[in-house]
């Protein structure tokens, strides 16, 4: 590395350091690669992202920090290089016996084939009779089909793999996604928001909000009209309340029905009137049941909003919105608890 190379990155490991002091950014691996672009402003487009989640939190949390790394940081072979190898070592090494049978079956044919070439030759010379004839051309045609069937493999196992590869690259995309990610709903999953919620306990607490929400009757959904219709009423659920998560509100599935919204540097009242707005909105939401052709229309949700107080843990916290959560079901559900802050 030349000197002028070192004094910019010794330059903006010196500007990146205090920053991530700052905001109370873990000193990671992926955080230090991270912040060290930021620094460079080589990317205007991370720089942006970075400073809407800043704005946003007052910090940055773990899965925005691993979303923006995997983005605009990591080399997109960096996902999983270890499982690429090993399947890619396995399929190379298939393919390269096949490669050596072929090669083998390659040469076995010439060597007949020459061998029957050399019958030919001597035909006029020692008068072979037209049945010694057409046996070698037997021959032939059985050394040439067995050679097509040897090539005709390779070429399938070529196929094989090439499929192979792109199924796996297909699945460690998913896998990678799938890492923070639910799978049927689309939002963040448990995973991310435990990351998340750690992180920004630690990171910034202050004015930090949780809403847990829980479908009403879910089980009746399942009863009635079948689980590929439950999964209809999350996917819708997700959706909509996704539509009302924004300037850094996020969505997670929480479990089952449940999900859960952080809601950062806000108030009880403003968090409250989000998860009223949301249960308004999941009111107004209409699925239709193939099966039995009739109009779905009665989908509600619960919901239980807290909000972080000095010295509490995560813990306490959601525990404090899961009593308030399950105290808007026993009151009649379809309703916000606290009724007011």
């Not at 699945?171 to 928001?193: I, P």
């Not at 899961?322 to 309703?335: H, I, M, P, S, T």
Request: glycine share 4%.
């Amino acid at each position: 590395m030349s000197r002028e190379l070192l004094q910019t990155a010794a330059l903006n490991l010196k500007k990146a350091v205090p920053l991530m002091l700052k905001h109370k950014i873990p000193t990671t691996p992926i955080n230090y690669a991270l912040w060290y672009t930021y620094v460079g402003e080589q990317n205007p487009a991370l720089n942006q992202q970075l400073d809407t989640v800043i704005a946003h939190y007052n910090t940055c949390p773990p899965v925005s920090s691993e979303l923006l790394y995997r983005q605009y940081v990591a080399d997109p072979l960096e996902l999983d290089v270890r499982e690429m190898r090993q399947s890619i070592e396995a399929m190379v090494t298939e393919l390269s016996q096949s490669l050596k049978d072929t090669n083998l079956d390659a040469n076995e044919f010439q060597s007949r084939i020459d061998s029957n070439f050399a019958k030919l030759n001597r035909i006029e010379e020692e008068s072979f009779s037209v049945e010694q004839v057409l046996e070698l051309v037997r021959n032939l045609v059985k050394e040439s089909d067995n050679i097509r069937t040897s090539t005709a493999f390779f070429t399938g196992q070529l196929q094989k793999a090439q499929t192979e590869i792109d199924a796996l690259k297909l699945k460690l995309e998913q896998t990678e996604k799938d890492v923070l990610y639910d799978a049927l709903t689309g939002c963040l999953n448990r995973r991310a928001f435990d990351t998340d919620f750690s992180g920004m306990l630690t990171q910034a607490p202050e004015g930090t909000c949780v809403i847990l929400a829980d479908i009403d009757h879910f089980k009746t959904f399942n009863d009635n009209y079948g689980h590929q219709l439950g999964d209809q009423v999350l996917r819708a659920v997700a959706k909509r309340l996704q539509e009302a998560c924004r300037d850094g509100i996020k969505l997670y599935r929480f479990g089952g029905e449940e999900f859960a919204i952080i809601v950062p540097k806000s108030q009880l009242r403003i968090a409250r009137q989000l998860a009223e707005a949301m249960r308004r909105g999941l009111e107004k939401l209409s699925l239709k049941d193939r099966r039995k052709d009739e109009r779905i229309d009665n989908i509600t949700a619960s919901f239980g909003v807290a909000q972080w107080q000095d010295k509490q843990t995560g813990i306490q916290l959601i525990e404090k919105a899961d009593k308030l959560l399950y105290e808007a079901k026993r009151l009649g559900r379809n309703r916000v608890m606290p009724i007011s802050n």
